[in-house]
């Protein structure tokens, strides 16, 4: 990239978002483009695709965010030649940026183009992330689980290892910029540096690509992942593998892998943050008398002691049966409710009855009480 093509370019536009956006707006507007522009999505988004990747690669740096907006801001309206047009005032960008006797700006645009001046406008750059969806059981999240993901997304070309050249040969140092990846071009009374067009701003020229990635040092791969997902993960959560994503271009770190969770619902169990929750019928008998009950867990059956009297709806902890969290696994919150039965048989009716009779309390006294 040329130091022109870092002024005009607005990377603000390419996302969709306002120049004083926050960075979750930043990550949620690019994640949204990079999957509708995925090459894997998307065939024809490539080159949109790469551009989302850019922008996000420098306003998610508050770093290069600062320094693009710095840069932006003095060169927004491109550069002026001092008392006006005619004057035949001519000078390169270029040298602005840290060009002669590395005075300038270089460091405003350092940290973008991966040193300063025209001799690396064209530096590694990391590869972009990669997005995945894997769906879980519920036992599974709480566990934690090693799964299998296959993958189709870009990597390092296996037949040139990422050289862009056929087997055999290597790149050679383009002869037109002597390496450098950008020339100077005058119009006008300026001066600007732009890339390279004979090695289109890589500074190598490959004479003989490779056969199967056409010298772009990347290829489409089927690659299968082992992917260790942690116990207690919970719908929607999104587990990063650095550098197990698209490769960098130009010897750059490869991105990361980033892989969306899905959670299947349990015909049983329910979930509050690190607890697991319970609802348990109970006969009417078991909650005016009191009982020992057994109750399923995510391991072993355990046993749990309802106190004479126990009222619909009353909730019990059981202490470390939940999700494992980060200091301490979660409980298990079980909720008793009081089955009424839709038939008795005539021993059962009777024995009501009976009951009925003998029970002194009336349970709605206090509102008859208010009534009158």
Do not use: W
């Amino acid at each position: 990239m040329s130091a022109r093509d870092f002024v005009e370019k607005d990377y603000y536009a390419a996302l969709g978002v306002p120049k004083d956006a926050k960075a979750a707006d930043i990550k949620k507007a690019y994640r949204k483009l990079a999957a509708e522009l995925h090459p894997d999505r998307n065939p024809g988004g490539e080159e949109r695709f790469k551009e989302v990747s850019e922008a996000y690669d420098v306003l998610s740096d508050d770093t290069k965010r600062r320094e693009y907006d710095e840069a932006r801001s003095l060169f927004g309206r491109g550069p002026r030649a001092p008392g006006g047009g005619g004057s035949g005032f001519s000078f390169d960008l270029g040298d602005l940026l840290g060009g002669a006797g590395g005075n300038g700006l270089g460091d405003v645009f350092g940290g973008l183009f991966g040193g300063g001046g025209r001799q690396q406008a064209r530096g590694p750059r990391r590869g972009a992330d990669v997005e995945a969806e894997v769906t879980l059981s519920f036992a599974d999240a709480v566990r934690g689980v090693t799964v299998p993901l296959r993958l189709s997304t870009p990597a390092t070309c296996d037949t040139c290892a990422g050289s862009g050249a056929a087997p055999g040969t290597s790149p050679t140092v383009c002869t037109v910029c002597s390496g450098a990846g950008v020339t100077s071009r005058n119009q006008g009374g300026f001066a600007f540096a732009e890339p390279c067009t004979a090695c289109r701003g890589s500074g190598r020229v490959i004479s003989t690509p490779c056969p199967r990635c056409s010298g772009t040092g990347t290829a489409t791969s089927e690659r299968t992942l082992t992917v260790r997902v942690p116990a207690g993960v919970s719908e929607g959560q999104r587990i990063r593998l650095a550098g197990r994503g698209s490769p960098g271009e130009r010897g750059g770190p490869a991105g990361d892998l980033l892989v969306l969770v899905h959670v299947t619902p349990h015909p049983v169990f329910g979930r509050k943050g690190d607890h697991l929750t319970l609802t348990v019928p109970v006969t009417f008998a078991e909650a005016a008398l009191g009982a020992d009950i057994s109750l399923p867990t995510l391991d072993a059956p355990v046993t749990l002691r309802l106190p004479p009297g126990t009222a619909n709806g009353r909730t019990f902890r059981v202490k470390g049966r939940g999700v494992p969290g980060k200091t301490a696994t979660g409980d298990l919150l079980v909720t008793v409710e009081v089955a009424v039965p839709q038939k008795l048989s005539g021993k059962a009716r009777e024995a009501l009855e009976a009951y009925a009779a003998a029970a002194p309390d009336d349970p709605r006294e206090h509102l008859r009480e208010v009534a009158s």
